[in-house]
């Protein structure tokens, strides 16, 4: 079955500290990643995608994301991580025309 | 970026009662809007899709009779809970596409969602 894994429900890092965020997907054939930010009473935001190429991704607000097909993963990072960063991640795989989203993770970066 | 919004952000209802939800991209034409629902610590559902000026598909399992969707115009989408019962109350969660077609890889625009609760 078509999945998407996030092992993590929070994840907490100091302020200026890396951060990462974890995604694996179990998907037939070619994966499409996607990761989206929840901010508090606020939309799901998109933060960047692998369609394909380059196996390293760079987003918004200075995001990255590593492709890693060995592995199905596709974690999030951010080498400086800042307060406002403060927020649930989600990680979503294309599968058949459709989104299948993780359960999300809740990142608190602490001054 | 691209503005949707959700109207009302919450609500509250007697069973019974049937409830609609608006989901409006400000800014641009959405040709293509998708309709979710978010259990607490759940991840998100996908209920249907809707193109306007035509039926919405609906997922496996939700009840297209239950779950009126409309979407009369390019940038208006209605959601309509009808004889709604405790078991819908959740998190409705919509969201839009610029794409004529539904996958282009191009990033789905989010509502900030609509917190229904049936008493």
């Known amino acids: 079955a078509q999945s998407v894994a996030q092992p993590e429900d929070q994840v907490n890092v100091a302020e200026g500290n890396p951060l990462t965020v974890k995604c694996t997907y179990s998907?037939?054939?070619?994966?499409?990643l996607f990761w989206y930010v929840q901010y508090p009473n606020r939309g799901l935001q998109f933060l960047l995608k692998?369609?394909?190429?380059d196996n390293l991704v760079k987003g918004s607000y200075g995001f990255e994301a590593e492709f890693n097909k060995s592995q199905t993963s596709f974690h999030l990072k951010k080498p400086s991580a800042l307060v406002s960063d403060s927020a649930l991640y989600f990680c979503?795989?294309?599968?058949?025309?459709?989104?299948?989203w993780g359960l999300g993770t809740s990142l608190a970066v602490n001054p | 970026g691209a503005v949707v919004s959700q109207h009302p952000s919450w609500v509250i209802c007697k069973s019974g009662t049937s409830v609609k939800i608006e989901c409006r991209s400000l800014?641009?034409?959405?040709?293509?809007m998708f309709w979710y629902r978010q259990f607490p610590k759940q991840s998100l559902m996908l209920m249907a899709t809707?193109?306007?000026?035509?039926?919405?598909?609906?997922e496996q399992g939700v009840e297209k009779d239950k779950f009126l969707i409309n979407h009369a115009s390019l940038t208006l989408s209605t959601l309509t809970v009808t004889s709604a019962h405790p078991e819908d109350s959740s998190f409705y969660i919509c969201?839009?596409?610029?794409?004529?077609?539904?996958?282009?890889?191009?990033?789905?625009?989010f509502g900030p969602g609509t917190r229904l609760t049936v008493l």
């Open positions: 969201s839009a596409t610029t794409s004529g077609r539904v996958w282009t890889y191009n990033e789905q625009f």
């Open positions: 692998y369609i394909t190429g």
């Open positions: 979503a795989v294309l599968n058949n025309r459709k989104l299948i």
């Open positions: 800014d641009f034409q959405a040709t293509t």
């Open positions: 998907v037939s054939g070619n994966p499409y």
């Open positions: 809707s193109n306007e000026g035509s039926k919405a598909t609906y």
